[in-house]
């Protein structure tokens, strides 16, 4: 099981790692990007648009929080 596991962990990764190469750059502009929302959050358009900054604040930040995850993930599959 553990073996079956493992092999499934490296092949998601191998298959998921482009994303891995935008991802500094992203955490790069992240405070850009929430500056960026908290200048528009006023405005009539955005407001009709958007009901919920906070939901869009998440949207913005889950690309980098998966990062941790995914080292918990590995940290965990060692203990399978």
Request: charged fraction near 20%; glycine fraction near 2%; include cysteine.
């Amino acid at each position: 099981l553990h073996q079956d596991l493992t092999f499934f962990i490296i092949i998601v990764f191998v298959n998921i790692g482009a994303v891995f190469k935008i991802v500094p750059s992203y955490s790069k502009n992240y405070e850009s990007a929430i500056q960026s929302l908290e200048a528009i959050q006023e405005e009539e358009w955005f407001v009709k648009q958007c009901e919920n900054k906070l939901f869009v604040e998440k949207l913005i930040i889950t690309p980098i929080q998966r990062i941790p995850r995914y080292s918990l993930l590995l940290e965990v599959s060692t203990y399978l």
